[in-house]
């Protein structure tokens, strides 16, 4: 795997882990010229958490959301509709895809469920310029190559999310195969090898290591 350094607005600290935020966010799927289409959204780059990132669409669970799944469901549309100007009628239109918690060395933390749902038909995005500055759709293999010759910034989860989407040819194939799957908790650790530090996910050498 590739090594990967926390991204902007994750400072880390040796304190006790701090509670993660509950979140959400909303893969929007599509094909294109090419096959399965994703939209990314750039963060502003005047944000202190994530500024210029490239991201999915979605943010934080606030109270009048809800509580629960349906909270998270509903946060899920409110974001996406701030965010990308698409509205989704109704949470069960969401499909669950997986589920990534901040490691704990990490100051920020969230516990965030991804969803996965179709584009509405029709629909064109549209960002503010205040949270969100940009949004492009992109087939997952060429966002990561945009990544790879510094033209995108992209953040860990997002990365691992495009190269696992990549090897979907179209989104119906991807919603077959996320129906069927179970949603396993991913909670990265940030390792340090001497003045450096990297992201690992469960399984990989380090991750087992006990926090200095």
Same mark, same amino acid.
């Given at each position: 795997?590739?090594a990967?350094?926390?991204g902007r607005?994750e400072? #880390?600290h +040796?304190?006790?882990?701090?509670?993660p935020?509950?979140? !959400?966010?909303?893969?929007?799927?599509?094909?294109g010229d090419r096959?399965?289409?994703?939209?990314l959204?750039?963060?502003?780059?005047? +944000? @202190? &958490?994530?500024g210029g990132?490239?991201v999915f669409?979605?943010?934080?669970? =606030?109270?009048?959301d809800?509580?629960?799944?349906? $909270?998270v469901?509903?946060?899920a549309?409110?974001?996406l509709?701030e965010?990308t $100007?698409? @509205?989704?009628? %109704?949470?069960d239109q #969401?499909?669950?895809?997986?589920?990534?918690?901040?490691?704990?060395?990490? +100051?920020i @933390? &969230?516990d965030?469920?991804f &969803?996965?749902?179709p584009?509405?038909?029709g629909?064109?995005?549209?960002?503010? $310029?205040?949270e969100?500055?940009?949004?492009r759709?992109?087939t997952?293999?060429d966002a990561?190559?945009?990544?790879r %010759? $510094?033209?995108?910034?992209?953040?860990f989860?997002?990365?691992?999310?495009?190269?696992?989407?990549s090897?979907? !040819?179209?989104a119906?194939?991807?919603i077959?195969? %996320?129906?069927g799957?179970?949603?396993?908790?991913?909670?990265?650790?940030v390792?340090? =090898?001497g003045?450096m530090s990297?992201?690992?996910l469960?399984g990989e050498?380090?991750?087992?290591?006990r926090r200095?």
């Open positions: 795997m590739e990967a350094q926390p607005g400072e #880390l +040796s304190g006790p882990p701090v509670r935020r509950v979140a !959400a966010t909303v893969i929007v799927l599509r094909d096959g399965l289409e994703l939209l959204v750039q963060r502003n780059p005047a +944000s @202190r &958490f994530m990132a490239w669409p979605g943010g934080a669970v =606030d109270p009048t809800g509580e629960g799944e349906e $909270g469901r509903w946060a549309l409110r974001e509709a965010e $100007g698409l @509205r989704v009628e %109704a949470p #969401l499909l669950p895809f997986s589920r990534w918690i901040t490691p704990p060395e990490v +100051s @933390r &969230f965030t469920w &969803f996965l749902t584009a509405p038909h629909a064109e995005p549209r960002v503010d $310029g205040g969100c500055v940009d949004w759709w992109s997952p293999a990561l190559a945009a990544h %010759a $510094g033209e995108l910034e992209l953040v989860p997002t990365i691992k999310h495009l190269e696992q989407l090897g979907f !040819a179209t119906n194939e991807l077959a195969y %996320a129906f799957q179970e949603i396993r908790t991913v909670t990265p650790r390792v340090s =090898d003045e990297r992201i690992v469960p050498p380090g991750y087992d290591a200095a």
